[in-house]
C-alpha cells in the first residue's frame, strides 16, 4: 500500500464520513457539504455548497439561528467549548427535526 499525506487522509475522512460534516463561513454561506451531511439532509454538495445555511434552519428559527451563532463566531474557534448543543435543522424530505451538534 502506498503513502498517503495526513492532509489527503484528513480530507477522504471528512469528506467520506457517515456523519454530517458542514462548515459555514462568517456571512452563513455553506463552504463545506459532506456525504453525510447529503444522507442526512438530502440535499447533494452541488445542491448546498455556495448556498447560506438557511437551507436546512426552519424559517421561524432563523433569527434565533443566527443570534446564536453571532455570539460563537467571534470567539471561534478558540474560545468555544468542546461540547454539544441542541438545534433543529430541516431535512429536504421531513419535518424540522432536532440535532445534537458538537462543536469542534
Not at 19 to 48: K, S
Amino acid at each position: 500500500m502506498g503513502e498517503f499525506s495526513q492532509e489527503w487522509l484528513c480530507a477522504r475522512l471528512v469528506a467520506d464520513s457517515r456523519d454530517a460534516v458542514i462548515f459555514a463561513d462568517p456571512e452563513g454561506v455553506i463552504r463545506l457539504w459532506n456525504t453525510g451531511a447529503a444522507e442526512l439532509f438530502g440535499y447533494q454538495p452541488f445542491e448546498a455548497l455556495g448556498r447560506p445555511l438557511d437551507l436546512i434552519i426552519p424559517e421561524n428559527l432563523r433569527e434565533r439561528h443566527n443570534l446564536g451563532i453571532g455570539r460563537l463566531w467571534p470567539a471561534a474557534p478558540a474560545n468555544i467549548p468542546r461540547n454539544s448543543w441542541r438545534s433543529r435543522a430541516w431535512p429536504r424530505t421531513a419535518a424540522a427535526s432536532p440535532w445534537n451538534l458538537p462543536l469542534p
